[in-house]
């Protein structure tokens, strides 16, 4: 017997609630509506023209990683930050919008359940793209000297966020599923943790969005000046 009362417009027997992962680890799903969703992907199609736009991101150990990137307001590169594209073609790093700023502030609030404290200013964003077959190792995000969350924005295609502990790469970790228009934050005791994108879910984007393949933005603060 079928309840169509209990289930949702996605198909979804329960809505997806906000939760969160390990204390100081949230996913809230569906913070981004559709309409900011197709803003923020217009926004990234524009930074990621050159110059200083879209690149292929070299390790010093001589690889590539699968998922291209571009960044605002300061230039991220392994192991960095720059003013200009330094592994790219040399141009200034676009600047940091203050809207995005004002978004990473908001979704810190939303996460938490409280607003940051009111000296914490998003002035770095990577943005990151993958196609269906494209990954991101586990890793920290090591190079901010701020203490500040780093807000986790998915657009597009599905993923698997592995999100694990900040001793070693390996367990404990957490999978969690991030689709198009969902939210995560971390900071606090888990500022440091590794985690990565173990496998992107080809063709689960949204049909209205006009993507193909997963964009994440990731706002930072580099307390860096
Ligand atoms: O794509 C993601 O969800 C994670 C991106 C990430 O960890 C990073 O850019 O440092
Ligand atoms: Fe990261």
Not at 170 to 191: A, H, I, W
Request: charged share 25%; with cysteine.
């Amino acid at each position: 017997m079928e309840h169509p009362d209990t289930e949702h417009s996605d198909g979804e027997l329960f809505p997806r609630e906000r939760a969160e992962i390990v204390p100081g680890a949230v996913h809230v799903p569906d913070w981004l509506g559709p309409g900011r969703q197709r803003e923020l992907v217009e926004a990234c199609r524009e930074w990621a023209r050159p110059p200083a736009g879209l690149r292929t991101v070299r390790t010093p150990g001589g690889g590539t990683m699968s998922a291209r990137q571009v960044c605002l307001g300061l230039h991220w590169y392994p192991y960095g930050y720059a003013p200009t594209a330094v592994d790219g073609d040399g141009g200034p790093v676009k600047a940091m919008p203050d809207w995005l700023a004002r978004l990473g502030r908001s979704a810190v609030a939303a996460a938490y359940g409280q607003d940051p404290d009111p000296g914490v200013a998003y002035d770095i964003a990577l943005v990151n793209f993958y196609e269906g077959d494209s990954r991101m190792g586990m890793h920290r995000d090591a190079e901010e000297r701020s203490e500040a969350p780093v807000v986790s924005l998915s657009l597009g295609d599905s993923c698997l966020f592995r999100f694990g502990n900040t001793a070693s790469r390996g367990r404990p970790y957490r999978d969690v599923e991030l689709r198009s228009g969902d939210l995560f934050v971390f900071g606090g005791p888990v500022r440091r943790a590794f985690h990565g994108v173990p496998k992107v879910l080809p063709g689960t984007a949204p049909p209205g969005l006009g993507l193909t393949g997963r964009l994440n933005i990731t706002l930072r603060v580099g307390g860096l000046g």
